[in-house]
């Protein structure tokens, strides 16, 4: 909407609210028994409040709904029967102009009702939540103008010739009777249902949202008791005392949604100090880590997120370089970017009620801008370097899935084949001895021995390749396996469970390839390996009391090692001394 | 007895080379639910089976050793593998050693050793691979009372863990029936193990002596 035609709209809106007041005024000068003097203010403050509110929302945030229903209660309160109607004009006769009044208000009179139940579930963003909620507003908006057309026709039009088409006066009011039943149960069902979502609504609110919704959860209360106002006189309610004059001052009470809208308004304005305080924090220097609560504080929402733009991954990350995406549009969080125009820096994620304070939001935004920048530059390192060590991570995984299919194709192929080769040897040998052909049978039990060693040390590559024994029952016994075949004694102890496959094989590796190396070159006597698991860490230790030297140093072997180990997350130390030989400790997490 | 191998070569080459030897082979299956089929149908007293079978050839054949050693208790279960364990071989022995054997599949370029074998476990016998023995034989304990035996004590250890009779471990060392026994009864006595009981039942003695550290 354009500044004039905004501007020409209030000029109308304030024409009106004149008129309507003058309107308004006459019954202080006509007073009837059902309106005295005093109720007329009933009308007036809530429609003044709601109307001057609505045009306060429309400066300032002209493309809510909210300004606009706003204006519309006020104009409607003005210009309509007050909130709890207590006369029906239906008995009183009067002249053509009182007649056109009185239709007209049973047409609209009622409309900024229905606008009031608008508003009370779109606050504060201006916009449906639920379809329930749009169809049941927008039946209203039909149903009730149309019964009151109904009614209108029905009951006012005094034309004889129209009982020709209409039958009796008696049956037009039992239809009358009719209509007005229908109207006014579902009507009252549509507000019960509503009031129920809106009081649900803001119990699974956050805090951010709660405190938005606070003018609305306030004015149900008048809302309410004006509902029960007309069961004043049917029930035992007349023992209460208060209760009349409880009911005298509902209407007034209405006067809590523009108030409390007024004043939430106010209080953002308020809040515009608290970015100084941001400012004044910023400029003694703040880490990254500091600037998402610091903004959740001066927001008022403890919810709120920044996250920072990766331009070389063209993605957004959080501060630890975890990719996250913005919030779709119309969900229950919003999002701010800041940047220029080479593109977005950061973006700011908070609770979609902050939207109504988007001053508020860009000006603390505005505060923390050189601080995102700096922070984003931490963010994109720690991205990239995540980056690095999935991929490493990938790479070593890779190796090791190649390493067991390797294995299990030695297993299949070579292994099976040989074994069956065996067989066929030990056939021809029975063959050969049964034909007395000894010869031929030594021959052959030259071969079978040859093959039997032949298969021996395939069994030892495959098992140097990838072991099966680690993925069918674990590290721990792998590695008594591992010390069941080394020359120099073993001693396994600790206690360790099934962890994550990588993780095993990871720790396996590390063991087999130190009890290789204790066994090449320490010179010790024995080996001690022993494994442990202790707050979120599987470790293992291989000790032996050789001569020591071992250095992470030097050497590819150790440091292809603690790559290995780097790679899934863990850690690995190497002590070695003359005196107390070689110890290697590598631990990886297990959760 | 049933032959379950994947590899339908092998299962024919041992088949011919058991018929051979006089046994009778009554059905050959190249997975688990094969044999299971084969075992609802077929009375038999001896299972060969290897420990890796399809679908993910990991330890398919081993829970299958499991269950017929539990829903056919008087079936023994030979289990073949290119790599022995003695995790597995401690796992399977540990609940009851009879008609239990878990050997090399190489172990068939010994034929009348394997034979052997064949016929203990198909009686009610054990057989337990001596690479088995001879790793857990070199485990090392806090407190090695192993140490404290001759050589030729701890060679018929090995052939008393791998399940053989007294008979035939007499007759492998050539030694006679007597001396043998005076053999174990010191064996017995150095470990602190109970003396007595059936060949059978000894193997897991001297496995759990030889697991424990």
Known sequence: ?????????????????????????EHFWLPTIDRPPIRVLD????????????????????????????????????????????????????????DAWTFFQLVFGLLWAVALFHLLLVFPEGRFVSRLDRQMVLSLYVVVPVSGLALGVLALVPNQSIDAYLGPASDRFAAVGITLVATFVYYLGCWVLGL???????????????????????????????????????????????????????????????????????????????????????????????????LAKTLHDPSLEVLYWLPTLARYADLNGETQSLPAPNSSRAATVLGDPGGPVAALLYDSSLRNEARLVDTAAAAVRLALENARLQVQLRAQLDEVQQSRMRLVEAADSERRRVERDLHDGAQQQLVTLLLSLQLAKAEAIRSSDSKTARLLEGSIESLRQALDELRSLARGIHPTILVEAGLMPAIRSLADRCPIPIEVTGELDRIEPKMETALYFVAAEAITNAVKHSKGQRICVNLCRSSGWASVDISDDGIGGADLSQGTGLVGLADRIAAVGGRLNVLSSHLNGTTLHAEVPCG | MIIADDSV?????????????????????????????????????????????????????????????????????????????????LELLSESPEHVGYLLKDRVSDLDDFIDAVRRVGTGGSA???????????????????????????SVLAQMAEGRSNEAIAKALGISPKTLEAHIGTIYSKLGLEPGGSEHRRVLAVLNYLRSS
């Open chain 1, 1 to 25: 909407m354009t500044t004039i035609r905004r501007r020409v709209l209030q000029a109308i809106v304030l024409l009106v609210l004149a008129l309507a007041s003058l309107v308004e005024l």
């Open chain 1, 43 to 98: 009308d007036l403050i809530p429609g003044y409040a709601f109307a001057l509110a609505g045009l306060i929302a429309w400066s300032q945030r002209h493309w809510n709904r909210v300004g606009t229903l706003m204006v519309g209660i006020g104009l409607g309160l003005l210009l309509g029967t007050g909130p709890v109607p207590t006369s029906s004009p239906l008995g009183e006769q009067q002249n053509f102009l009182g």
């Open chain 1, 196 to 294: 129920g979502l809106v009081i649900h609504r803001w119990m699974r609110a956050s805090p951010a949202r709660r405190r938005s919704m606070s003018p609305v959860i306030w004015s149900l209360i008048p809302i309410v008791l004006a509902w029960l106002g007309p069961l004043e006189t049917a029930g035992p309610m007349v023992i209460w005392g208060v209760w009349p004059r409880l009911v005298l001052v509902t209407p007034l009470l209405l006067v809590a949604l523009p108030v409390g809208f007024v004043v939430a308004l106010l209080r953002s304005e308020h809040e515009m100090s608290s970015v100084g305080d941001l400012v004044v924090k910023l400029s003694d220097g703040m880490l990254p880590e500091q600037l998402q609560p610091a």
């Open chain 2, 9 to 89: 070569l092998f299962r024919e080459g041992l088949a011919r080379v058991l018929e051979g030897a006089d046994f009778v082979v009554a059905g050959q299956a190249g997975n688990v639910d094969d044999l299971d089929r084969l075992l609802a149908l077929e009375s038999v007293s001896l299972v060969i089976l290897d420990i890796r079978m399809p679908p993910t050839q990991t330890d398919e054949g081993l829970l299958a050793a499991k269950r017929i050693r539990q829903h056919y208790p008087n079936i023994g279960v030979l289990l073949l593998s290119h790599h022995v364990e003695s995790h597995h071989a």
């Open chain 2, 128 to 154: 337990v691979d001596p690479t088995v023995v001879s790793q857990l034989l070199r485990r090392k304990r806090s407190r090695d009372l192993v140490d404290e035996l001759t050589d030729r004590e701890r």
